[in-house]
Nanobody
Framework: QVQLVESGGGLVQAGGSLRLSCAAS????????MGWFRQAPGNEREFVAA????????YYADSVKGRFTISTNNAKNTVYLQMNSMKPEDTAVYYC?????????????????WGQGTQVTVSS
């Protein structure tokens, strides 16, 4: 069973930075992509960023493009989300996720494994 464990969340002032990490373990199948989604109170969970394993292509929501960067380490067992120039509207629980099969990285329902989430709060 794949386990995803997020870390790095916390409280930051607007304009500040945080880096989230997601450590993956227990893989038995090849990974197609890993991503980050977030959910703010009262809102549905939304796509933030994803990275495709085959060619390291990256994808971002328009709301974070130019501010957030998704990356992975050489061993491809950890994925990161560097968040810069943060805004109060970035406040949410951030979830790391992994999918096995190919397809749209934006499709939440297509992801197979999810972390427990980490809280990110941006104060104004």
């Amino acid at each position: 069973q794949v386990q995803l464990v997020e870390s790095g969340g916390g409280l930051v002032q607007a304009g500040g930075s945080l880096r989230l990490s997601c450590a993956a373990s227990g893989r038995y199948f090849s990974t197609y992509a890993m991503g980050w989604f977030r959910q703010a109170p009262g809102n549905e969970r939304e796509f933030v960023a994803a990275i495709r394993w085959s060619d390291s292509s990256t994808y971002y929501a328009d709301s974070v493009k130019g501010r957030f960067t998704i990356s992975t380490n050489n061993a491809k067992n950890t994925v990161y989300l560097q968040m810069n120039s943060m805004k109060p509207e970035d406040t949410a629980v951030y979830y790391c996720t992994e999918r096995i099969l190919s397809g749209s990285v934006y499709d939440e329902k297509a992801y197979n494994y999810w972390g427990q989430g980490t809280q990110v709060t941006v104060s104004s």
